[in-house]
């Protein structure tokens, strides 16, 4: 039963690293693999009832991840559907191709770590897309945005959903995440800004046609600065419902996207149907990433199965009788997070060390945030960001690795040893 399991799950990982070549969406992988794991468990188990009570239970757990990234997607679409982003968007004005790369990197360093590396890759891409006509320098620009979302989502709590999976399960906490891993994260980005200034330089040229935002009915200026502020002022303040009530995460972002909600409904109360429609709750439910949800259960489901069946307990025996360094272990899945998707790696790494073995806050954890968070940079199809990139832009994988690649590994080598040193030294 074991083998088939592992089996199952191999393939389905395969599946999803080579998305593009087989031409089936990982979301539809990842959903197959998860239940055939659990279908060949039960299947092959004396005790039906038993395996059924283990799958409520991972389902109690993987739900609160679900329903924290629907309602967080849901925000940043009301926001994006009021073009609210243009708050950030329109302050960008200069044509050197060093500054613009500056002000680009450090906007998507610090809006992923407010909203998450996924969305703000798109946002930004987007608006790289809106500023650069060349192609081979947005390509440019579209691989340092990968790189900044990612270094910026792995000190947030909600930045990355691999960072949101820690501080869901209690192996980190918001406040401490952020204190340790802002420096090594701001060294993983800096490192590849520095070592690309020699050969980005010039000066941009704008596209012919500008996007334009909106739909038929464009926000007005009132409308996009209220619906801005107060989403990101919603998204800010789920570390702090969650520190006040002690209550999951995902009841924080749902009361944030209610209240949302309510303003929105508000706002254009006065208007006819057709002019409100696109500003709705109901219209940025239909714009968000299902797939990527999908996705996220599917294969969280496959690692419940590997977790159930003790093949993760293994896993860990192996690792520290073989490698017997933490360092080297967390380093090691980072490195394997560039080929396959981080999220199934952290939650391997969940069912693999209990808090008994390393607990909240401990050191492991907040190393690995890093090492899963940034190493998915080093291929582009390695994170949610990147991924995202190579599909607006249609950015070649062997391009990307040529071009983008040394310079995402020499920043995550480089934070990893920030932060290495930053806890011998400073303790911390």
Known sequence: M????????????????????????????????????????????????VVNDQLSHHLGNLSQILFFLLGAMTIVELIDAHDGFEVITRRITTTDKRKILWVVAIITFFLSALLDNLTTTIVMVSLVRKLVADKNDRWMLAGMIVIAANAGGAWSPIGDVTTTMLWIGNQITAVNVIVKLIIPSLVCLFVPLIAMRRSFKGKIKAP????????TTRSTKKERTIVFFTGLAFLLFVPVFKTITHLPPFMGILIGLGLMWMITENIHSGKDEEDR????????????????????????????????????????????????????????????????????????????????????????????????????????????????????????????????????????????????????????
């Open 2 to 49: 074991n083998a088939v399991i592992i089996l199952i799950f191999v393939l389905g990982y395969l599946g999803i690293a080579f998305e593009h070549k087989i031409q089936i969406n990982k979301a539809a992988t990842a959903m197959v693999t998860g239940v055939l794991c659990w279908t060949i468990y039960i299947l092959f188990s004396d005790n039906k009832e």
């Open 208 to 215: 012919e046609h500008i996007y334009e935002y909106g739909g």
């Open 277 to 428: 429609k696109n500003f709705t709750v109901a219209y940025a439910l239909r714009k968000i990433d299902a797939p990527s949800i999908l996705f996220f259960l599917g294969i969280l489901l496959a690692i419940s199965a590997l977790e159930s069946t003790h093949q993760l307990e293994m896993a860990a025996r192996w690792m520290d009788t073989t490698i017997k360094n933490e360092n080297l272990i967390v380093g090691s899945i980072g490195l394997l997070s560039s080929v396959v998707d981080n999220v199934p790696l952290v939650a391997a790494a969940q069912g693999m060390y209990g808090l008994d073995v390393y607990p909240t806050d401990a050191y492991f954890w907040e190393f690995l945030a890093y090492c899963s968070g940034t190493g998915g940079s080093i291929l582009i199809i390695g994170s949610a960001a990147g991924v995202a990139a190579m599909g607006i832009e249609k950015i070649d994988f062997i391009w990307y690795l040529k071009k983008i690649g040394w310079l995402a590994l020499l920043g995550y080598f480089a934070g990893a040893v920030t932060y290495v040193l930053q806890h011998q030294f400073f303790g911390f």
